[in-house]
């Protein structure tokens, strides 16, 4: 006579073989969604989760965030709603270090996750912070002003938003290195804002260069789009081409031409592609019980005229957006 399962041995047996997981819903909340930069986060999420279906975990990526990154009642808000739909976990770049604390760990309280990425939250209930170390990309940004000018001039930094960690390390690193390392260079304007797009960039820009245009001779610009922004002001005043040695943030469809061209001189780049898809990466290792580290450099590089065509350099300059984002 065969022996039997004990009826509740027999059921969970079954239920192992019959249910299936479901997949994990990950939100994915950037800054903004106009930049190229946040589209480069998107294919690196979208990235993460085909290598992750081929290991046969199922991730679907939900991709919202604010149209400016200067919205950070919006973006609150679609935190909060994330967190009402009880997704699996956030994947947040936070626009506002300070402003974002409480949602976020509304979240972490919740039992939803939260990987932060880009930009430092002044919290410590984040699984993890998956980002570029901004501190340095502002030293690089300093010294390569300073090689062009010879290390005598005058220079100008343009900032971007106030309570943007990311670019508020930038701009530390970036005084911070001219102050120690250029006894011979002056910052003769660094309180002005660009503001959240190309177009508030390219005022303020126009505004700086009015003031200031007969006795600059650099600036540095932090972020896509107030490299862009300023490059198309210093155009219009005849100042590009060298004129003004001038020092960008991130790769764009209108930076990297200006690069090969002469009207900038250097810029520093990150892996926005890589950031995407190891903050998804890690949000997932984390829901898996998989031990994480608490802070992720994703790098960052000089780019100048003379190594932007080397292979490695190619890659950040130009990401293969189009594979991943259909």
Same mark, same amino acid.
């Given at each position: 006579m065969k022996k039997l399962l004990p009826?509740?041995?027999?059921?969970?047996? =079954?239920a192992a073989v019959t249910v299936r997981a479901e997949p994990y819903q990950i939100a994915v909340i950037p800054?903004? =969604?106009?930049?190229?930069?946040?589209?480069? $986060?998107?294919?690196?999420a979208i990235k993460a989760a085909q290598e992750l279906k081929a290991e046969n975990i199922e991730?679907? $990526?939900?991709w919202k965030g604010p149209l400016r990154e200067d919205d950070r009642e919006q973006q609150v808000q679609v935190v909060e709603n994330f967190i009402a739909r009880r997704v699996s976990g956030l994947v947040l770049a936070p626009l506002?270090?300070?402003?974002l604390v409480a949602p976020a760990e509304s979240a972490v309280q919740a039992g939803i996750p939260v990987v932060i990425i880009d930009s430092a939250l002044q919290s410590t209930q984040p699984a993890s912070t998956v980002s570029t170390d901004n501190y340095k990309g502002g030293v690089l940004g300093a010294r390569r002003l300073g090689e062009v000018l010879g290390g005598k001039g005058r220079v100008i930094l343009i900032r971007v938003l106030a309570g943007s960690n990311s670019t508020e390390q930038r701009e530390a690193g970036f005084l911070d290195t001219i102050k120690k390392e250029?006894?011979? $260079?002056?910052v003769i304007s660094s309180d002005q804002h660009a503001g959240p797009t190309r177009d508030t960039a390219y005022r303020a820009s126009q505004n700086l260069l009015n003031r200031f245009g007969r006795e600059v001779d650099g600036i540095f610009a932090p972020n896509e789009s107030s490299a862009t922004g300023m490059l198309l002001a210093l155009r219009d005043a005849g100042l590009a081409g060298g004129k003004v040695k001038y020092i960008g943030f991130d790769s764009g469809t209108? $930076?990297?031409?200006?690069?090969?061209s002469g009207d900038i001189q250097g810029i520093v780049v990150q892996n926005p592609l890589k950031m995407g898809y190891l903050g998804v990466k890690t949000l997932v290792a984390h829901l898996r019980g998989q031990k994480v580290e608490r802070e992720i450099d994703t790098g960052c590089e000089l780019v100048t005229p003379e190594n932007m065509d080397n292979p490695a350099?190619?890659?950040l300059l130009?990401?293969?957006l189009e594979k991943y984002l259909k």
């Open positions: 009826l509740c041995l027999l059921l969970v047996a =079954t800054k903004g =969604t106009t930049h190229e930069f946040w589209k480069s $986060i998107h294919a690196g991730v679907n $990526i939900i506002d270090a300070r402003a250029f006894p011979g $260079i002056t209108q $930076i990297v031409p200006a690069l090969k350099v190619a890659d130009r990401p293969p």
